[in-house]
């Protein structure tokens, strides 16, 4: 818990307030049109002095810009006030402009570079990340439109490793530019109390979540990334908490966890990453982690926005994306436009009961993706994964995994954003083919979030028997979260959810019927 506060601490000290509110561009250049008899001119090369080269915060939402009159303008916060001279520069004038003194003020990057403009992103190419289009009318803080870190495409289509989501998608985490640098910093702790009813439930109090960390920066004509996150679920001991129907990986290195939700390593991710552009809304790049994650399944339970306000983990991880923390992954891909194949090589086997270490192992297992975003409010994904020997209680024993799913997130109305998850996984191993189903959505509106999920699987470890028949049982479970905001980026949210289990006739007697229920209540912070 320490480390956890010690972290957080550092990452709010990164973004605090007073570098939040004020944001300077004394290198921001907006000429005035060219009267008609000049314009036969030739056209001056572009400066390259336009770039942001202090601190700005992005809200993280895409902007329209709409076109405005052009003037070379210095703008700075706390500027001089607007009046009949602000609102009427004569051309060529130079003089400071106060943020929301202007409501109509935007600024474009024109189709065609005009002297002491900078290009738009599209033309400059992903790499150059200083260079943002910053929609500024009508909006309480600055806007900016950044591209990925693998290619030329909305930051909001990534998600955990190299997975794509929806470009609609919310894209939380605080974001500051420091010269070429942009960081940014994403947190979330959640406090739970835990019952799980029937004989094999148990009630708990534990602490879960995530601090994470991001750097990139042009480089050539690509984007360099490093990437960290680490967890407190460590703290809540080997053995997890109560979570009925879920199972994967063990406590002490003997016994299965059976019932229960392996707790995450402390080291969730610390990875790095480079691209290069190769032609027009084309890249190649390459992503290697130490944890790290496989180009396998949809991004990671804790980072899809359909089910991540949900402390629960889903009893569907090991069939979908148990993989998200493996100690040992290099990828590489190649993207075009909306699609993206992808390939890694990576350690196979599952974290051992030593939560608060690095460990290592041969890249001997394989992974292979393919993406495809047809529009801006939906992302599939098809996979493929050999991974050798795996399971630490099963020696020797290899497996094979295929997966599917598709993203969906828009606005729906106006303040009401809704996104979903439909994703299908099998596991083959021993001549058995084992499937898992999830249907999660999620339902936001103004401090309010409504979340659910619905699943199914095969499981052939919720009894003692080795290699024992597969049961088919299922869960839905519904809940819900208020956030009040304790500060601009803090904000203090109070949930809880209600699930009930489904156990066939084979299992009813080990959970004392085929409906046992469980149910959580949380207080968490979230900094964004």
Do not use: C
Request: no cysteine.
């Amino acid at each position: 818990m320490t480390l956890f506060a010690a972290a957080s601490a550092l990452a709010l000290g990164a973004v605090s307030a007073p570098a939040m509110a004020q944001m300077n561009m004394p290198g921001m250049h907006m000429p005035m049109p060219e009267k008609k008899k000049s314009s036969a001119r030739k056209k001056a090369p572009v400066k390259k002095n336009a770039t942001v080269k202090k601190k700005a915060v992005s809200a993280s939402k895409n902007g329209a810009t709409k076109p405005m009159p052009s003037m070379t303008m210095p703008m700075q916060h706390g500027g001089a006030r607007a009046g009949p001279q602000a609102a009427q520069p004569k051309p060529g004038m130079t003089m400071p402009a106060e943020h929301g003194a202007m409501p109509g003020m935007q600024m474009p990057m024109p189709a065609q570079p005009q002297p002491g403009m900078p290009m738009d992103h599209a033309q400059m190419g992903h790499g150059q990340m200083g260079q943002m289009a910053m929609p500024m009318g009508g909006h309480a803080g600055h806007e900016m439109n950044m591209t990925g870190a693998f290619g030329s495409y909305p930051m909001e289509r990534e998600s955990s490793g190299t997975a794509w989501q929806p470009d609609t998608s919310e894209h939380m985490g605080l974001h500051v530019m420091s010269g070429d640098w942009m960081l940014m910093a994403h947190g979330v702790l959640n406090l739970v109390y835990d019952t799980q009813g029937g004989p094999r439930g148990d009630d708990k109090a534990f602490a879960s979540g995530m601090l994470m960390g991001m750097a990139q920066r042009p480089i050539g004509n690509g984007t360099l990334q490093f990437k960290a996150m680490v967890s407190p679920d460590p703290i809540m001991g080997p053995s997890g908490y109560p979570l009925l129907l879920a199972s994967g990986e063990t406590a002490n290195g003997r016994d299965r966890l059976i019932d229960r939700q392996h707790p995450h390593d402390f080291f969730m991710e610390l990875s790095a990453s480079v691209s290069h552009d190769i032609g027009k809304n084309s890249s190649v790049f390459v992503y290697a982690g130490l944890p790290g994650e496989p180009a396998f399944g949809p991004p990671a339970f804790m980072h899809r926005e359909s089910i991540m306000d949900s402390p629960e983990a889903p009893i569907t991880h090991h069939w979908l994306d148990s993989t998200h923390l493996t100690f040992g992954v290099v990828t590489a891909g190649l993207i075009a436009d909306r699609f993206k194949i992808e390939a890694s090589r990576f350690n196979g086997r599952e974290p051992d009961q030593h939560r608060w270490n690095i460990e290592t192992g041969p890249l001997d297992s394989t992974a292979v993706r393919l993406s495809w975003n047809p529009t801006r409010t939906l992302a599939l994904q098809g996979s493929w994964a050999r991974l050798i020997d795996p399971e630490q209680l099963e020696p020797g024993v290899n497996q094979t995994r295929w997966s599917a799913s598709a993203l969906w997130a828009e606005d729906v109305a106006p303040d009401w954003h809704a996104a979903a998850t439909l994703a299908w996984g099998r596991k083959s191993s021993r001549g058995h083919n084992d499937d898992g189903v999830a249907l999660e959505g999620s339902l936001k509106h103004s401090n309010w979030t409504l979340f659910g999920r619905g699943e199914i699987t095969d499981n052939r470890e919720l009894t003692m028997q080795e290699n024992g028949p597969a049961y088919r049982v299922g869960k839905v479970s519904l809940g819900a979260v208020r956030d009040f905001q304790v500060s601009g980026h803090l904000a203090l949210g109070l949930g809880g959810l209600f699930s009930v289990n489904f156990v066939p006739n084979g299992l009813a007697p080990l959970y004392g019927g085929h409906k046992p229920t469980g149910a959580m209540a949380f207080v968490r912070l979230r900094l964004d």
